[in-house]
């Protein structure tokens, strides 16, 4: 949803002129990507167990959580609220803000 809105704020803005648009959106998001690249690893490692002893834990761990009281499970879930999320990592345009060219607005089509 990120790429899809900077990238049609961007051909907005361009005037339509999709090699500007493409190293505008490039520009904008390529630490997003990079960030969201590195999370990716990071929780593939997590996910996909590479030893049994990783998947009797994920297993383990997975069971746990399912019985815990919900008291403790919400408690959780309000800590993990308060870790960085790659969505987090970006500031997003107001395109509708943004000029999109000489006689031209973002939603004239």
């Known amino acids: 949803m990120v790429g899809a809105y900077v990238l049609a704020g961007e051909l907005a803005v361009a005037g339509g002129d999709h090699e500007r648009a493409f190293r505008a959106y490039e ?7 990079r960030h969201s ?3 990716g690893r990071r929780m593939a490692g997590t996910l996909v167990p590479d030893s049994r002893f990783q998947l009797w834990t994920t297993l383990r761990g997975t069971w746990l959580l399912a019985h815990l009281p919900h008291g403790v499970i ?3 879930t309000r800590l993990r609220r308060t870790g960085v999320r790659p969505h987090d990592t970006i500031e997003l345009k107001d395109y509708a803000a ?5 006689g ?5 089509g």
């Open 27 to 33: 520009s904008e998001l390529g630490e997003y990507v």
């Open 37 to 39: 690249w590195k999370m």
């Open 74 to 76: 919400r408690a959780l």
């Open 98 to 102: 943004t000029p999109a060219g000489p």
């Open 104 to 108: 031209r607005s973002l939603s004239s």
